[in-house]
Each structure stands twice: as structure tokens, then as C-alpha cells.
């Protein structure tokens, strides 16, 4: 009779555990978002989170997109460089490449560490999830190889693997 009931107690508390787990599981973030940190004399990129949950690619996209453009939290030190008007015109992804098209919007401006800064956090938020290995850039439907006016070179496709280190500019 002990054993029966010592058995029932194990069994429930694994029933238990296992409900805990499940509502932990659904609650961590499973969204990055990178915004940039100003340093005094140079710029780098911070993470942040959020959950989203499960998303087609071109959804989790517009909606990597959307957090860039809408900024950090308030008080959080960080800010973003994407410009307001920039719009996702679609997102495909096939063997691990994320082929992006945004808007002309994306580029406008001035100034290298913006411009610098802009794509930096386009390509490390996009590389999360993990099953995206690389970013393929295009504007107004045209893959970009000069980016803005600074006439920046962007490597076609952009290789998270390649940039294991968070950049500084």
C-alpha cells in the first residue's frame, strides 16, 4: 500500500513538473531584436527579446522589421536607425538564406555609422531564428551590392557565421 501511494505521489509530481516546464516553455522570448548602443567614440549593437511565437518567415520579417522601426523600450539607453517609412515587400527563405526586399525607404539618409548602424541591426536581428544562416539584401526589389549614398559594399548573401562577433563602428 505504501509503495502505491509513494508510486502515485512521484507520478503526479512529474505530472506537475512537466505542466511547469510547458508554461515556461511558451512564455521565453524567441524573438531578438538588435538595437544600437552608443560607446562615446564608437557604436555596437545590444539584444533585446521578445515572444512572438511561431511565424512564417515573412511574417517573423515584417514583424523584425516593424520592432527595428518602432525603437528600443524607453529608458533602455539604446536606439535604432531604421527610418519610419521602411516597408517589407516580401521574405522568402530557402536553404537557410532569408531573402528580404524592403522598401527605398530603408536606404535614405546620410552618414556612414547610420548607414553602418541600419544594416548592422537589419542582418543580426534577421539572423534569428537559427535556421537562418544568411541574408540576401534587396531594395525595391534589386539586390543590393552599394548600400545609400555612402556607397557601403554588402555582401550578397550576408553570412551570420562570417560575423561571429557583435560589430563596432
Same mark, same amino acid.
Given at each position: 500500500?505504501?509503495?502505491?501511494?509513494?508510486?502515485?505521489?512521484?507520478?503526479?509530481?512529474?505530472?506537475?513538473?512537466?505542466?511547469?516546464?510547458? @508554461? $515556461?516553455? /511558451?512564455?521565453?522570448?524567441?524573438?531578438?531584436?538588435?538595437? +544600437?548602443?552608443?560607446?562615446?567614440?564608437?557604436?555596437?549593437?545590444?539584444? $533585446?527579446?521578445?515572444?512572438?511565437?511561431?511565424?512564417?518567415?515573412?511574417?517573423? +520579417? @515584417? @514583424?523584425?522589421?516593424?520592432?527595428?522601426?518602432?525603437?528600443?523600450?524607453?529608458?533602455?539607453?539604446?536606439?535604432?536607425?531604421? =527610418?519610419?517609412? $521602411?516597408?517589407?515587400?516580401?521574405?522568402?527563405? /530557402?536553404?537557410?538564406?532569408?531573402?528580404?526586399?524592403?522598401?527605398?525607404?530603408?536606404?535614405?539618409?546620410?552618414?556612414?555609422?547610420?548607414?553602418?548602424?541600419?544594416? !548592422?541591426?537589419?542582418?543580426?536581428?534577421?539572423?534569428? =531564428?537559427? !535556421? +537562418?544562416?544568411?541574408?540576401?539584401?534587396?531594395?525595391?526589389?534589386?539586390?543590393? @551590392?552599394?548600400?545609400?549614398?555612402?556607397?557601403?559594399?554588402?555582401? /550578397? =548573401?550576408?553570412?551570420?557565421? /562570417?560575423?561571429?562577433?557583435?560589430?563596432?563602428?
Amino acid at each position: 500500500m505504501v509503495l502505491r501511494v509513494v508510486a502515485l505521489a512521484l507520478l503526479l509530481l512529474l505530472a506537475l513538473f512537466g505542466a511547469i516546464a510547458v @508554461r $515556461t516553455m /511558451q512564455r521565453l522570448p524567441d524573438m531578438t531584436v538588435y538595437f +544600437v548602443r552608443d560607446l562615446g567614440a564608437e557604436f555596437t549593437l545590444q539584444a $533585446t527579446h521578445e515572444k512572438v511565437g511561431r511565424l512564417d518567415p515573412q511574417e517573423r +520579417v @515584417r @514583424r523584425q522589421v516593424a520592432a527595428l522601426i518602432a525603437g528600443p523600450p524607453p529608458g533602455s539607453g539604446l536606439a535604432t536607425t531604421l =527610418p519610419a517609412g $521602411t516597408a517589407v515587400h516580401g521574405a522568402t527563405l /530557402q536553404g537557410g538564406v532569408l531573402t528580404v526586399d524592403l522598401s527605398s525607404e530603408f536606404e535614405q539618409g546620410g552618414g556612414t555609422a547610420l548607414m553602418a548602424g541600419r544594416l !548592422n541591426q537589419l542582418f543580426y536581428t534577421l539572423t534569428q =531564428p537559427a !535556421n +537562418v544562416e544568411a541574408v540576401s539584401l534587396q531594395i525595391e526589389g534589386q539586390a543590393v @551590392r552599394l548600400f545609400s549614398g555612402e556607397g557601403l559594399e554588402v555582401d /550578397q =548573401p550576408w553570412v551570420r557565421d /562570417q560575423q561571429p562577433e557583435l560589430p563596432v563602428w
